[in-house]
C-alpha cells in the first residue's frame, strides 16, 4: 500500500507533463492553422482585387471612365475590405457658394418698406467669381451666354435702382413742398418696376441653374448605377472564389466619390456572396450606407 503512495508523485509529474506538452502541440497547430488561414485569404484577397481591377478595365475602354487601381484590405475574424475611388465626380453643387433655389434677398423690401433707404442684397463681385467659375468648368456656350446676358442685366438694374433710392432721398431730406410728394411717388413707383423685373431676373437666373443641376444630378446618378453594376457583377460572378472567409465574416466595398464627395458602403454576408446569383439581389440585400 504504502509503495503506491511512493509511486503516486512521479506518475502526477508525468502526467502533467504529458498533458501540459499535448496542449502546447494543440496551441502551436492551432497557431499554424490559424496563419495558413490568414495566408490564405489574403492571396484570395489579391486575386479579387486583380479581378476587380480587370473588370473595371475593361469598363474604362468600354465607358471612357479611368479607375484607380482598387485597395484591399483582410481584417481577421471580420472578412474583406474592397475600396474603389469611383471616376467622374459630378458634384451636385455646381455653381460653388450659390444655393440655385435660394432667391435674392431684397433686405427690408415688403408692402410697407421704405424705398429710399432698403440695400438690394446682390453682391455683384460674388456671383461674377462664381458665374466666373461656372462658365469655366466647360458649360454648355448657350448656357453660358444666358446666364451672362441675365446677370449683366441684373447688374444694371441694380445700378439703376442705386441711383433712384440716392434721389429719393435726396428729395425727402429737400423741404420744397407738396411738388417734391409728387416726384417722391413717381420715383418709388420707378423703384417698385424695377425690383420687379429684378425679381424676374433672379427666378429665371435660378430656373436655369436649377433646371442644369437637375440634368447634373441625373447624369451623375446613371454613371454611379453603371459602375456600381459593374462592381457588383464581378463580385457575384467570383466572389464564390473566396473560400477562405468562414461563416460570420463579411465582404465590404467602399465606394468613394459616389455622391457629393461622399462615401457609399456596402457590407454583404459571406454566404450571400458565396451563394450569389443575382447582382442585383445581392445589392438589395446588403447593409448599405454613406460616410
Do not use: W
Amino acid at each position: 500500500m504504502k509503495s503506491l503512495f511512493k509511486n503516486h508523485r512521479p506518475c502526477s509529474l508525468l502526467s502533467q507533463a504529458v498533458t501540459g506538452l499535448t496542449l502546447a502541440i494543440l496551441s502551436c497547430g492551432a497557431l499554424a492553422q490559424q496563419d495558413g488561414d490568414r495566408q490564405q485569404a489574403l492571396r484570395e484577397l489579391s486575386i479579387m482585387r486583380n479581378i476587380f481591377a480587370a473588370a473595371l478595365e475593361e469598363d474604362e475602354s468600354r465607358n471612357r471612365m479611368r479607375f484607380a487601381e482598387p485597395e484591399s484590405m483582410y481584417l481577421a475574424g471580420q472578412g474583406m475590405v474592397f475600396t474603389f475611388n469611383l471616376p467622374g465626380q459630378l458634384n451636385s453643387v455646381i455653381f460653388s457658394g450659390f444655393n440655385a433655389t435660394a432667391p435674392l434677398n431684397i433686405m427690408g423690401a415688403g408692402d410697407d418698406f421704405n424705398r429710399s433707404n432698403f440695400e438690394f442684397a446682390f453682391d455683384r463681385a460674388g456671383r461674377s467669381e462664381r458665374f466666373a467659375g461656372m462658365v469655366s468648368a466647360g458649360t454648355d456656350p448657350q448656357l453660358q451666354q444666358q446666364l451672362r446676358d441675365i446677370t449683366e442685366s441684373m447688374r444694371d438694374k441694380q445700378e439703376g435702382l442705386s441711383r433712384l433710392q440716392r434721389d429719393l432721398r435726396s428729395l425727402r431730406r429737400a423741404e420744397d413742398g407738396s411738388a417734391n410728394e409728387d416726384d417722391a411717388r413717381e420715383l418709388e413707383a420707378s423703384i417698385d418696376a424695377l425690383t420687379s423685373e429684378l425679381r424676374s431676373d433672379e427666378e429665371r437666373y435660378s430656373k436655369i441653374m436649377a433646371d442644369y443641376q437637375a440634368e447634373r444630378n441625373a447624369e451623375r446618378d446613371e454613371l454611379r448605377l453603371r459602375q456600381t453594376d459593374s462592381i457588383f457583377s464581378t463580385l457575384c460572378n467570383y466572389g464564390k472564389t473566396l473560400t477562405s472567409l468562414q461563416q460570420g465574416e463579411h465582404v465590404n466595398l467602399v465606394l468613394r466619390n459616389f455622391s457629393d464627395r461622399d462615401t457609399q458602403v456596402f457590407v454583404m454576408d459571406i454566404a450571400d456572396v458565396s451563394a450569389c446569383t443575382s447582382p442585383q439581389a445581392l445589392r438589395e440585400a446588403a447593409i448599405s450606407y454613406s460616410m
